[in-house]
C-alpha cells in the first residue's frame, strides 16, 4: 500500500484539535486513510441509510453512542450533526475527539464554518502526488504515460485500465453528485459542459463564450463550475498583479485536479496519441500546477500560487509569493532547453528586480541543471 504524505501531519495534529476533517475527490482515498491512520476508532459511514436516519431523527441519541473515538464517513450529508458535534467538544475538551471525512467540498467547508471553526483541523485528500507513485517506483518515466494514465489510487491498487475507470468514475460523479449538488434536469448537458471545460484546460476563463458554446446561461454556468470545484474535478488559478503592471490580466485560468480525467473527457486513450496532441503542453501545464497543489496539500504547507500575464502577452506559467518576494515558474513540454524558453522569467525579473526570488524552468525532460540565473528542473524531481 502506498503510504500518503499527508499522514505525517494528520498525526502531529491529532491531539491538538478535537476534531480532524479531511476532505477531497471521491475516491481518493479518503476511507483507506483514515481506517489505517485511525484503526483504533469507531468508523460510522453517513452513507448507510439507516445510520443516517438515526442521526438525523435522534442526534443527541446517536452521540451518546458515538461520543468518542469516532470517524464519521461523507459526514455532510447530516448537516444537523456539527452543531451537535460542537457543543459535545466544547463541553469534553477531548482532542482527536471525531474524524470527519466527506467528498462534497462545498457542503462539508460551509458546515465546518458555520458550527466548528476553530475547532477543526482541515486537511485535503488528493489522488497520488509524484513523490508518493516514486516511493513504490510507480510513476513512469514518460510525462506522456504519466499524464494519460492519472493518479487515483483504484488505477494502481485494483489495476483498472484508466479508460474504464474514468469511464465508470464520470457516470457515478453525473449521476449521483451533480443530482444531490443541483437541481440539474439534462444531466446530458451538464456532461458536455464538463468536456468543453476540459477543452479549456490551461487557458483563461471566459465563462460567457463557455455559457453560450454550451447553450446554457451564464449564471447556470457559474452554478456548474461551482460544482465542479466543490467536487474537487477543477480549480482555478488566479492572476497575481499586485506591486506589477497595472495592464496584468484579472481573468482565472482554468485547471483540472487529475489529467487522466481531463484525457478521457479529450478523447485521448493513450500516450502516443498525446504525442503529437496539439493540447500537449497545455496538458505538461496542467500536470504541473497539479502536482505543485497536491503536494501543498499533502505536505500541508499553505503556500499560495498564481499566474502572471499582461495584456501585451507577456505571461510567466506559477507564481509562490513567499515574504516580500516571489519564486516564478516556467512550464515547457519540451525535453530540449532552449533560450526563448526563459523569456517570460527574464521579462517579470526586468519589470520587478526586487521582487523576483528564484526563476526555474520545469520541462518534460529528466535532468536538473543549476544554471547562473536560472534552476532547471524535471518533471519528475519536483
Given amino acids: 500500500m502506498i503510504v ?76 444537523s450533526l456539527f452543531s451537535y458535534i460542537q457543543t459535545r467538544v466544547d463541553a469534553s475538551g477531548q482532542m482527536g475527539q471525531y474524524i470527519l471525512s466527506g467528498s462534497q467540498n462545498f457542503q462539508l467547508l460551509h458546515q465546518i464554518t458555520q458550527s466548528l471553526a476553530g475547532r477543526v483541523a ?87 463564450a463557455l455559457a453560450t458554446e454550451c447553450g446554457v446561461t451564464q449564471p447556470t454556468a457559474r452554478a456548474w463550475l461551482t460544482v465542479l470545484e466543490s467536487s474537487y474535478l477543477v480549480f482555478l488559478l488566479s492572476p497575481y498583479y499586485r506591486n506589477l503592471n497595472k495592464r496584468a490580466i484579472k481573468t482565472p485560468k482554468l485547471y483540472f485536479y ?11 486513450r493513450d500516450s502516443d496519441v498525446l504525442l503529437t496532441h496539439p493540447a500537449k503542453g497545455a496538458l505538461f501545464e496542467n500536470l504541473i500546477i497539479a502536482e505543485k497543489l497536491k503536494q501543498n496539500y499533502h505536505l500541508y504547507t499553505h503556500d499560495e500560487y498564481y499566474f502572471w500575464r499582461d495584456s501585451n502577452g507577456n505571461e510567466v506559467d506559477l507564481i509562490n509569493p513567499r515574504g516580500a518576494k516571489f519564486d516564478i515558474f516556467e512550464i515547457k513540454s519540451t525535453q530540449t532547453i532552449m533560450a526563448e524558453h526563459f523569456r517570460g522569467l527574464a521579462y517579470l525579473k526586468k519589470i520587478a528586480p526586487e521582487a523576483v526570488g528564484t526563476r526555474t524552468l520545469i520541462y518534460g525532460g529528466l535532468e536538473n541543471q543549476q544554471r547562473s540565473e536560472y534552476l532547471v528542473q524535471s518533471w519528475r524531481s519536483m
Fill in 122 to 208: 482541515l486537511f485535503k485528500l488528493s489522488p497520488f502526488d509524484f513523490r508518493e507513485l516514486e516511493s513504490e517506483k510507480l510513476l513512469p518515466e514518460s510525462y506522456l504515460a504519466t499524464i494519460v494514465h492519472g493518479f487515483y489510487p483504484a488505477i494502481f491498487d485494483r489495476h483498472i485500465p484508466p479508460t474504464i475507470f474514468y469511464a465508470n468514475y464520470l457516470q457515478t460523479y453525473v449521476e449521483r453528485d451533480v443530482v444531490e449538488l443541483i437541481n440539474i434536469r439534462e444531466l446530458r448537458l451538464f456532461r458536455t459542459f464538463l468536456t468543453l471545460c476540459a477543452a479549456r484546460a490551461g487557458q483563461l476563463l471566459n465563462l460567457n
Fill in 258 to 268: 487529475d489529467t487522466g480525467l481531463l484525457c478521457y473527457l479529450l478523447g485521448i
Fill in 4 to 79: 500518503r504524505q499527508i499522514q505525517r501531519v494528520i498525526a502531529q495534529l491529532q491531539n491538538k484539535f478535537p476534531v480532524l476533517a479531511i476532505t477531497g475527490p471521491r475516491q481518493s482515498g479518503k476511507t483507506t486513510l483514515i481506517k489505517n491512520l485511525f484503526s483504533d476508532y469507531i468508523y460510522i459511514s453517513l452513507e448507510d441509510p439507516d445510520i443516517r436516519s438515526f442521526a438525523e431523527t435522534d442526534p443527541v441519541a446517536f452521540l451518546e453512542i458515538y461520543n468518542s473515538q469516532v470517524i464519521f464517513d461523507e459526514v455532510q450529508r447530516v448537516p
